[in-house]
C-alpha cells in the first residue's frame, strides 16, 4: 500500500463512511477505499472510540475518526483545490448547519428504515454480514445477521428510533425528499453547481436510503431525480461548477431544508442541551405532527456549542445576510442562547 496515498476504512452501510468517500473522491484526493471486515478488525482494534470512518494520513500510522472534523482537516490539508466550503462566510456557516442536520436528524431517517420494517431488516442485516464478515456462508450467514439487526434493533429507543417517534421522524424524511427533488440534479446542488459540505452530508444519509428496500422504494415513487443525484454524488470527480454569488437568493430547497432544520433539529438540539445541563436521561418534544422523545447525547450538545461558535465568527455583511436568513428560517433563536 503506498504511503503516499489516504487511507480509508469504512463500509458501504455507513453513511458517514458513504460521505467521507464522496469528498474525497470530489476533492481528487488519493486514497485507498478499504472495507471493514474481520479480515482487518485486528489492524484498527486500538482506535478510539472504535467507529467508522477511519483516515489513516500518508506517512502516519495512525487513524483519525469523525467524519465532519476529518473533512475540515483535509481542507486544511489541500486547501482551495475543488473545496467543498463555500467562499462566503455565511453560506459556508449554512453548509455547516445542513450537514450538522443530516449527520444528527435526517440519520434517523436512515436508523429508523433500515430497523423497523421486516424487508429492510432481513436486507440490511445480510448486506452488512457479507460486506463485514466475508467468511460466513449458508447457516453462519443467517446467524451473523441476526446478531447485527438484533443489536441494532436494540438500539433504537436510544436514538429515538420508536413506534412512537414514527410519524415524526418519516415525516421529515418524505418532507426533504420532496425539497430535494426540486431542485438537484447533476449540476444544481444546494449552494451552487458545485457540491458543498451540506450537500455531502445529506448525501451521506440518502446514500443507504437510496439502497435499502422500502426508503428506496419511496425514493423511486417520489423522488427519482434525487435517487440520480446520490448515484451522481458518489463519485462526482468530474463535476465542475461555480458557488453562488453571496448577494442571490438562495435556491428554493436550500431554503426549505434551512426551513426544516429550524423546524425540526434546533428544537431538538435545545431539547437535548436543557436534559444534559439537568443531567437528565432523556428528553421529550412535542412536534406538529406528534411527539418526540429520546436518551440525552452529549455529542449533541457539543454539535450544538460548535454552530455557536461558528455563528458568533461571522462578521460584516455576511453576518448581516445570514442572520437575515436564520431568522426567516425559525433557525437563529437557538444560536443566539
Known amino acids: 500500500m503506498s504511503n503516499e496515498r489516504y487511507s480509508l476504512i469504512g463500509t458501504g452501510g455507513s453513511p458517514y463512511s458513504m460521505k467521507l468517500r464522496a469528498i474525497m473522491r470530489y476533492r481528487h484526493i488519493s486514497h485507498n477505499w478499504i472495507h471493514r471486515t474481520t479480515k482487518n478488525s485486528d489492524m484498527v482494534a486500538h482506535v478510539k472510540p472504535n467507529i467508522i470512518p477511519m483516515l ?16 475540515y482537516a483535509l481542507e486544511d490539508r489541500h486547501p482551495g483545490y475543488r473545496s467543498i466550503i463555500p467562499d462566503d462566510p455565511g453560506h459556508a456557516f449554512l453548509s455547516h448547519l445542513l450537514e450538522d442536520m443530516a449527520d444528527e436528524w435526517l440519520t434517523k431517517a436512515m436508523f429508523h428504515y433500515r430497523w423497523y420494517y421486516d424487508a429492510d431488516i432481513h436486507y440490511a442485516s445480510h448486506w452488512i454480514a457479507d460486506d463485514g464478515f466475508p467468511e460466513a456462508r449458508g447457516d453462519m450467514r443467517d446467524e451473523v445477521a441476526k446478531s447485527y439487526a438484533d443489536r441494532q434493533i436494540g438500539r433504537m429507543p436510544m436514538v429515538g428510533c420508536t413506534p412512537k417517534n414514527k410519524p415524526v421522524i418519516e415525516d421529515s424524511f418524505h418532507r426533504i425528499l420532496t425539497l430535494m427533488e ?30 435499502d428496500p422500502t ?36 435556491p428554493p430547497a436550500t431554503m426549505g431544508l434551512l426551513e426544516l432544520t429550524g423546524e425540526f433539529y434546533m428544537p431538538f438540539l435545545l431539547a437535548n442541551a436543557a436534559a444534559a445541563e439537568k443531567g437528565e436521561d432523556t428528553f421529550s418534544l412535542t412536534y406538529a405532527n406528534g411527539s418526540y422523545s429520546q436518551a440525552t447525547f452529549n455529542y449533541q450538545v457539543k454539535c450544538l456549542m460548535e454552530l ?30
Open 215 to 250: 426508503p428506496l422504494a419511496i425514493m423511486r415513487a417520489e423522488a427519482m431525480k434525487t435517487e440520480s443525484w446520490v448515484r451522481q454524488l458518489d463519485d462526482a470527480s468530474g463535476i465542475e461548477g461555480k458557488w453562488l454569488n453571496p448577494e442571490d437568493d438562495l
Open 308 to 337: 455557536r461558535r461558528r455563528f458568533a465568527e461571522l462578521e460584516g455583511e455576511a453576518a448581516i445576510r445570514t442572520r437575515a436568513i436564520l431568522q426567516h428560517t425559525g433557525c437563529l433563536s437557538a444560536l443566539l442562547q
Open 182 to 211: 426540486c431542485h438537484v440534479s447533476m449540476h444544481d446542488f444546494l449552494f451552487g453547481t458545485r457540491p458543498s459540505l451540506g450537500d455531502f452530508g445529506i448525501f451521506g444519509q440518502l446514500k443507504p436510503l437510496s439502497t
Open 56 to 71: 489513516r494520513y500518508p506517512d502516519e500510522d495512525q487513524y483519525r475518526v469523525d467524519s465532519t472534523p476529518l473533512a
